[in-house]
């Protein structure tokens, strides 16, 4: 048997979707510290308890391995920002974040769509983490929906569902399809053009996508939504998902152009072009939009690859 390789085995613990908390607790002089966490579960009804693994990398670790006291906020959509400053930023995380504290002065962050306030019930050593399980003492929960996360980027179901207009006549599905510092793209009469399908009524954007995809030759695992517009004069939806190829068949008539190469081309559509252009500039640090409008205008989300 083969050694694992850490990287990959990382790599797939991250296919499992997940959502995103922020797992706070106090320093013995009382002075707030926090982590973002997605290794959250919950435990049991009776006693009422949870779990988070704080890793041994953590410069809080030795805080919340020896805890009494500590809370988790369940993010909600539109809290990236959150977490990414609970997961890298070195300042004080809580003076950049919104909070209040709990019973205990453990802080809870505002806006999180569920929190939980726990005693410490048990420390688990487990490899390179501890299992922390902690029994709830009062909790709270808000409306809305919750913050993802997958394979290394965040990912918003409420912008998910925005990708699929029902109402229009035709709704059409494409990726922008990373491999090897490259993008998958498709000579034509009419230029260069994005995989897509015609998505039918009552039919998943990324199902239909992914069987078209795998129908070319392409494996490939889907990220969040790029670019969303509509071309009102034909009642056309277009949705376009950010993609990396795992495998292409040699013989698929898709091309892997360069980056560097995107902007010299000619595309099917005027559409494509801008959003290709958009990409190849965000690719450059990874710090992705998405794209809600028509084919004039619009207004960019920030989507984030990595926490």
Do not use: W
């Not at 997605?38 to 308890?49: D, E, I, W």
């Not at 988070?52 to 500590?70: E, H, I, Q, T, W």
């Not at 230029?191 to 078209?212: F, H, M, N, Q, S």
């Amino acid at each position: 048997m083969s050694a694992i390789d850490p990287r990959d085995l990382r790599d797939a613990f991250g296919r499992f979707m997940t959502g995103v908390t922020v797992v706070t607790g106090l320093d013995g002089d009382g002075t707030p510290v926090g982590f973002t966490a997605n290794s959250f579960s919950s435990v049991s009804l009776n006693p009422p308890l949870l779990l988070v693994c704080p890793g041994k990398f953590l410069s809080s670790f030795n805080v919340f391995s020896a805890c009494r006291n500590f809370s988790v906020s369940v993010l909600s959509e539109g809290q990236e920002d959150v977490a990414n400053t609970f997961a890298g930023y070195k300042g004080d995380r809580f003076a950049r974040v919104a909070h209040t504290s709990n019973s205990h002065g453990v802080p809870v962050i505002d806006g999180a769509i569920a929190a939980f306030s726990c005693r410490t019930h048990q420390v688990i050593p487990a490899g390179d983490h501890i299992v922390l399980i902690g029994e709830v003492t009062e909790f709270r929960q808000g409306e809305g929906r919750g913050l993802g996360y997958s394979g290394g980027q965040f990912f918003s179901l409420g912008l998910e569902h925005q990708a699929r207009d029902p109402g229009a006549r035709k709704n059409i599905c494409g990726a922008l399809i990373e491999v090897e510092g490259g993008v998958l793209l498709k000579p034509s009469p009419d230029g260069y053009r994005l995989p897509e399908c015609i998505a039918p009524d009552r039919t998943a954007l990324r199902e239909c996508l992914k069987e078209e995809l795998s129908h070319l030759g392409i494996d490939v695992e889907l990220g969040p939504v790029f670019s969303v517009f509509d071309d009102r004069s034909k009642e056309v939806h277009f949705a376009y998902l950010l993609g990396k190829a795992t495998s292409v068949n040699p013989v698929s008539e898709y091309e892997r152009i360069p980056f560097s190469d995107l902007a010299g081309l000619t595309y099917s559509s005027s559409a494509t072009a801008r959003m290709l252009q958009r990409f190849a500039e965000e690719a450059r640090t990874r710090n992705f939009n998405l794209y809600l409008g028509d084919l004039v205008s619009g207004e960019t989300h920030r989507l984030n690859e990595k926490a």
